[in-house]
């Protein structure tokens, strides 16, 4: 029998894969770009992604069982694609702007999810705690970058 946390597990890695949907040419783009000098743990950007979903899918797994609410798991769905769709749409347009206005829309997007599952269950809404800490501070990094960027990127 196939478990709920085995397809919510699946459906957040299957859906996070949609990051790789980069072309070389654009990563080149991205490495190029000026950092804040301040930005020195971009390599543990991943890790904390990690965290980021595997604590989201488990408080998608707690609401599922409690409530069976596929209007709330459309929400996570939302949530992760909205996520996921940082890294091509910046990198493929070469706009940090962009990236910064879809970080800025899951904070609001994630924020309004967090206050909704908190009815139903305070761990669910916890576990979107990391999730409501790093978007808003990579949505910034993405912001400054952009800013000490302007001349390297296509729309300003």
């Known amino acids: 029998m196939i478990r709920s946390w085995m397809v919510i597990g699946g459906l957040t890695f299957a859906i996070a894969l949609l990051a790789n949907a980069i072309r070389p040419a654009d990563v080149r783009w991205f490495r190029r770009l000026k950092r804040p000098r301040w930005l020195t743990f971009e390599a543990i950007i991943p890790l904390v992604w990690t965290v980021v ?3 989201g899918g488990w408080s998608a797994y707690i609401i599922w069982e409690r409530s069976q609410s596929w209007a709330t798991m459309v ?4 949530l992760e694609l909205l996520i996921v769709a940082y890294t091509p749409a910046t990198l493929w347009s070469h706009s940090l702007k962009l990236g910064a206005y879809l970080g800025a829309a899951g904070t609001i997007l994630g924020l309004a999810l967090a206050i909704g599952v908190s009815q139903l269950s305070g761990w669910a ?3 979107l705690i990391p999730y409501l800490l790093w978007s808003p501070t990579g949505t910034w990094i993405t912001w400054r970058m952009h800013r000490i960027n302007l001349n390297k990127n296509k729309s300003t």
């Not at 929400?75 to 939302?78: A, F, K, L, P």
């Open 53 to 55: 979903f595997i604590c």
């Open 75 to 78: 929400g996570y769905i939302v």
């Open 125 to 127: 809404a916890v576990l």
